[in-house]
């Protein structure tokens, strides 16, 4: 049985890893015709407010979130040489881990690339190794980039 690779997903958070990740999926999807699929999962911050203060209204803390992602987003498209290659954004909220594990099962992923360590709005809220855990939980193979 030969591997091919149809769908290819990378998961991006604004950091230098994201973004490395994000060249290498890039690369992965032209050399196989892949649609690749760039996905942000930023979790909310759920009880954490700072020093003082009272927590954002609900609308408030949702447009952050949804600003925060498109820009992402749109610095990654814009950074990527995508000519050619079929591709979608995908904006997720949650556990970054267990959205990008529902993202590949979802969507059917043949591979999953991913940054060994985040930063941006991920890695202010997270605890942990996304990349460790989705090693261990991803439905199909993981491309952990250094």
């Known amino acids: 049985m030969i591997w091919e690779v149809s769908t290819v997903v990378v998961g991006v958070d604004g950091s230098e890893g994201g973004r490395r990740a994000a060249e290498h999926a890039v690369e ?27 927590p954002p209204t609900p609308e408030a803390l949702s447009t952050a979130l949804i600003e925060g992602q498109r820009q992402i987003l749109d610095e990654i498209e814009s ?22 594990v529902a993202v590949c099962e ?18 202010r809220v997270i605890l942990g190794s996304v990349a460790d855990r989705l090693c261990h939980l991803s439905p199909c193979p993981v491309l952990v980039v250094p």
């Open 106 to 123: 979802e969507r059917g992923a043949d591979l999953l690339v991913i940054g060994r360590r985040g930063a941006g709005l991920v890695e």
């Open 28 to 54: 992965v999807a032209r050399k196989w015709g892949s649609t690749l699929l760039l996905v942000t999962v930023v979790r909310t911050p759920e009880g954490w407010w700072g020093i003082g203060g009272a």
């Open 79 to 100: 950074d990527l040489d995508l000519a050619g290659i079929q591709y979608e954004t995908i904006e997720e909220l949650g556990d970054p881990a267990n959205r990008l």
